[in-house]
């Protein structure tokens, strides 16, 4: 499966980056591919580009803020979870996905 | 005798019938001759309505219903007029008091504290640090030895001392209240009449003489029978009146003894902590110093003489603390934290292990500063600023150069004069002088010649009254009249002048004239030593205080003439807004940070400069270490302030650049309100060589802390002992903060708590790992046993450091980077391995 994320927290110092590395370890696992953009203290990171997101079959919102560019996935699936529910249990994301 | 007319009501006033409602209360009863009695039928208490104490003791809370029955000649129109009082006129007595406790609003205790159910009493600290003892309440109401034990023979002569008194001081009030301010000052005023003239309080008094009671005594029992009464009322407002009282009988026992109860002073036994509504000068120096651990003032001026004083020896003092007489009590063991603030009781078990490692923090933190007291204070890029200390003692010459101050800014003499009958001999002052010039080792020494005016009680000078003392006949004005005063004085620092760098500063001058005289005066003193064939500093420099901005327009002038200046900013500022500093209403006019007075700082010294004159500052805003960077952009050329915090404030300027404090500066000047100065100063960036962003010092391993509140204190007060931080309480808020959004427990056993706040110098990492797991309200609920705390100084750009942290934000959620962190035997190693790994 082809699938990007954008991971974002209020002040993007930590959470942001964590949840960007659990989503990218368990999606491996799992045998996705997965692009992960970070919206963080050093602003967006990874930016997803428009092929990404287009060649994507689903867009997962890790997020506690607002979206920088939410337009960018108008017309796409998006699954959208707190960052908390990121870390706390990526599986089941992953597990929603493939159902 | 006819029956009694009644009637009932129930209490509307949300905060009860407290003293002011009462006040009017009593005024109406008493235009009427029948007795009216007050029931309480929730208490039962029953009060005469004529007397204000009793109605107060009665309790009369929001809701009770209280029974009121007239019986006299001429009940029915006591009646009537008590129950359209009651029922139109009192709902409306109530309008809340203005003004209060700014500074103390929103203030929170530290976390650790909070969680432990503690409530602190809020002040503002003025001299820091923070120690424990037992409270002694200072309040004149102890009555000097000597006379507790004089007996009173003839109880008719005492009884005409207390009518005296009490006629005095209801004259007194009366006159206060037809010149009071404001519709507030004058209720409160009321209020303090009613109780001087209460029935209760005479007939208490009059019961205590008969019974053998000298006057003074029989105030005191008085007293504390009517404050412990209002102790136990559920109402705080009621509560607070028990400090009214205390203010009356205070005022009694003024009248009664006089003089001789100025000289009163607490004897201590043991460390303690004194209590006082405020203190003056002389009071404080009576305390016994080895038992004097910290004071608490309810008074919230924070320039009067006894807190200067306090800072320049070291005593933490907070004031401010409202109602502090009657919240703590007589023996009770308190700390008193004069670093954040607060005073809170020592008995419970989390506060004694707060405090233990608040010893040990502030320790190394001594430590830390007491490093960069030694030598110059020069800034990051190469300026020196010479640190000079204010001291008015041989005691506080030596706490100065022990702290490592460079020279002695201001040595205030008038100390020397005050409370005595005899101003100093010539010798006494010699003697003095030469004793701080032999300290001082060849280090400068200013002199400031005697300050007095009206409000310094000096009998010998004979001063009036005077309505403003502050814009009177004071300083140098005072000279040309006590000429032979003066002449001693200069002859004394003469004298002394050849075992030292001693200098000459006259105060509160403002013209050119006066310069001229103190010159020639100085010339004369000169004259007489070298007919005595004394010897003497022919050259000894001479400055004047720049406190009264006339001046500000005569520096060619004055630069021709003198040597020197220092800028006493008190007073300089509240003669240049015309705004009272201790008139709380106006004295926000006067901040020493509004732009426009920065403006007029910037003139004087470009122009002392100019004209190749040193100029230093010995006023508060010198001692506020927040200013520091707009006192380096001046270019002063060197600052006086309390011995007490010159480590600090060299450690400091070695942190900043003075290039950059120029703009600051500037930008400062620029602003239109001192908030926006505030804001200057927070945002400013000049910090100096960054440090790195971890070190041996901030790795925490096999800590005892026990909770998480602990824990973040811990990691916090390892900041501040290696000066990554000036402010634990913002920087602890800003962590909490954050873990309120929801906790920064990851899961796994780790929390990676962090914050984006300028309360820190520098980006940092801070490691702790505890001895036994700690709760952090976990994303998966368990317990952690490693935290890794990461504060970035918001600097708006995406920093080099910003990368670091993402990165180990990352590798957190790596099993064996977790892994290696838990294995780690020792700090080196830890930072030794985070460092290769986040390179």
């Known amino acids: ?99 | 005798m006819s029956t009694s007319l009644s009637f009932t009501f129930v209490c509307s006033l949300s905060n009860g019938i407290h003293a002011r409602p009462a006040s009017h209360l009593a005024e109406v009863a008493n235009t009427f001759a029948s007795e009216c009695i007050l029931t309480n039928l929730r208490n039962d208490a029953i009060a005469k309505v004529r007397s204000v104490l009793a109605i107060i003791s009665a309790d009369v809370r929001h809701g009770d219903c209280c029974f009121v029955q007239v019986s006299g000649p001429d009940e029915q129109f006591a009646h009537a007029a008590l129950q359209r009082f009651i029922g139109e006129v009192l709902p409306g007595c109530d309008v809340p008091l203005a003004g209060g406790d700014g500074f103390a609003r929103g203030r929170t205790l530290p976390r650790v504290l909070q969680a432990a159910g503690v409530t602190g009493s809020f002040g503002l600290p003025v001299s820091s640090g923070f120690a424990r003892g037992k409270v002694v309440i200072v309040s004149g109401m102890a009555l000097p030895r000597g006379l507790q034990a004089k007996p009173a023979p003839d109880p008719e002569k005492e009884l005409e001392r207390l009518k005296r008194a009490l006629t005095t001081v209801c004259g007194r009030i009366r006159d206060k209240l037809t010149h009071a301010i404001s519709p507030t000052a004058a209720a409160i005023l009321q209020a303090d009449l009613a109780i001087a003239s209460d029935v209760s309080l005479s007939e208490k008094l009059a019961e205590e003489v008969s019974q053998g009671q000298s006057a003074g005594q029989a105030v005191m029992e008085a007293g504390e029978f009517f404050i412990s009464v209002l102790r136990q009322s559920a109402s705080e407002y009621t509560r607070e009146r028990a400090s009214d009282i205390q203010e009356i009988c205070l005022q009694l026992l003024g009248e009664i003894y006089g003089a001789e109860l100025r000289v009163s002073a607490a004897d201590l036994h043991e460390p303690s902590v004194v209590v006082a509504e405020a203190l003056a000068p002389q009071q404080l120096l009576a305390l016994d110093r080895r038992y004097l651990k910290a004071i608490v003032l309810e008074h919230s001026g924070t320039t009067s003489h006894a807190v200067i004083l306090a800072r320049s020896l070291g005593i933490p003092l907070v004031v401010g603390v409202k109602n502090a007489r009657v919240l703590f009590s007589p023996g009770q063991e308190v700390v008193v934290d004069a670093n954040r603030g607060f005073v809170v009781s020592n008995s419970a078990n989390p506060v004694q292990r707060f405090y233990e490692h608040e010893v040990t923090t502030l320790e190394r933190r001594r430590e830390l500063v007491a490093r960069h007291a030694t030598g110059p204070a020069i800034t990051s890029d190469g300026k020196t600023l010479e640190v000079a200390a204010n001291a008015s003692s041989h005691e506080e010459v030596v706490q100065a150069f022990a702290n490592g101050a460079d020279a002695i800014g201001l040595f205030r003499t008038e100390m020397l004069f005050l409370e005595r009958e005899r101003p100093p001999s010539e010798d006494e002052q010699f003697a003095i002088y030469s004793e701080a010039a032999r300290t001082a080792a060849g280090r400068p020494v200013i002199i400031r010649t005697f300050d007095i005016g009206a409000d310094k009680p000096a009998p010998y000078l004979g001063l009036a009254q005077e309505e403003n003392p502050f814009l009177g006949y004071r300083g140098v004005r005072v000279y040309a009249e006590h000429k032979e005063l003066l002449q001693s004085q200069l002859r004394a620092i003469l004298r002394a002048s050849l075992l030292g760098c001693i200098q000459i500063m006259a105060p509160m001058v403002s013209s050119l004239e006066e310069v001229l005289e103190f010159k020639a005066a100085l010339s004369e003193a000169k004259q007489s030593l070298t007919i005595m064939s004394v010897a003497f500093q022919a050259d000894i420099p001479i400055g004047i205080m720049v406190e009264v901005p006339s001046v500000a327009f005569i520096f060619d002038q004055l630069c021709a003439e003198i040597d020197f200046f220092s800028i006493g900013t008190n007073d300089l500022s509240q003669y240049f807004f015309a705004a009272d500093r201790g008139n709380p209403k106006v004295a926000g006019l006067s901040k020493v940070r509004q732009p426009t007075f920065l403006r007029f700082l910037k003139q004087i010294v470009d122009q002392i400069h100019r004209a190749g004159k040193w100029v230093g500052m010995c006023g508060e805003m010198a001692a506020d270490i927040r200013y520091l960077p707009l006192l380096l952009g001046l270019g002063l050329d060197e600052i006086s302030l309390p011995a007490a915090q010159i480590p600090e404030c060299k450690r400091r300027i070695s942190k900043l650049l003075a290039a950059e404090c120029q703009n600051i500066l500037n930008r400062a000047i620029a602003c239109v309100h001192a908030v926006e100065v505030d804001d200057v100063l927070d945002r400013q960036q000049s910090l100096g060589a960054a440090q790195p962003l971890l070190s041996e010092e901030l790795v925490l391993l096999e800590s005892t802390s026990q909770s998480k509140e602990e824990v973040i204190q811990e990691i916090v007060d390892a900041f501040y002992v290696t000066g990554r931080t000036e402010d634990r309480h913002r920087l602890e808020e800003s962590l909490w903060a954050r873990e309120t959004v929801y906790s920064t427990g990851l899961g796994y056993g780790f929390a990676a708590p962090h914050c984006k706040t300028e309360a820190v110098t520098s980006d940092s990492i801070g490691i702790l790992r505890p001895n036994r797991p700690i709760d952090w309200g976990s994303v998966d609920g368990e317990p952690v046993g490693m935290i890794v705390l990461i504060a970035l100084r918001n600097q708006g750009s995406a920093s080099r450091h910003m990368q670091v942290f993402s990165m180990l934000a990352r590798k957190l959620m790596n099993d064996e980077f977790r892994a290696h962190l838990l294995a780690v035997k020792t700090a080196r190693e830890m930072v030794t391995y985070l460092a290769q790994q986040l390179e």
Not at chain 1, 63 to 87: C, H, P, W
């Open chain 1, 1 to 99: 499966m082809k699938i990007v994320a954008v991971t974002a927290c209020p002040t993007g110092i930590a959470h942001t980056y964590m949840a960007a590395a659990r989503l990218e370890k368990i999606a491996k696992n799992l045998g996705h591919e997965i692009k992960v953009e970070t919206q963080g203290a050093m602003g967006v990171e990874n930016k997803l580009t428009e092929n990404d997101i287009r060649r994507a079959q689903i867009v997962i919102f890790a997020v506690d803020i607002e979206v920088e560019g939410r337009e960018r996935f108008n017309g796409v699936k998006v699954i959208q979870v707190s960052l908390q529910e990121a870390l706390k249990n990526p599986e089941g994301i992953f597990a929603k996905i493939q159902r």
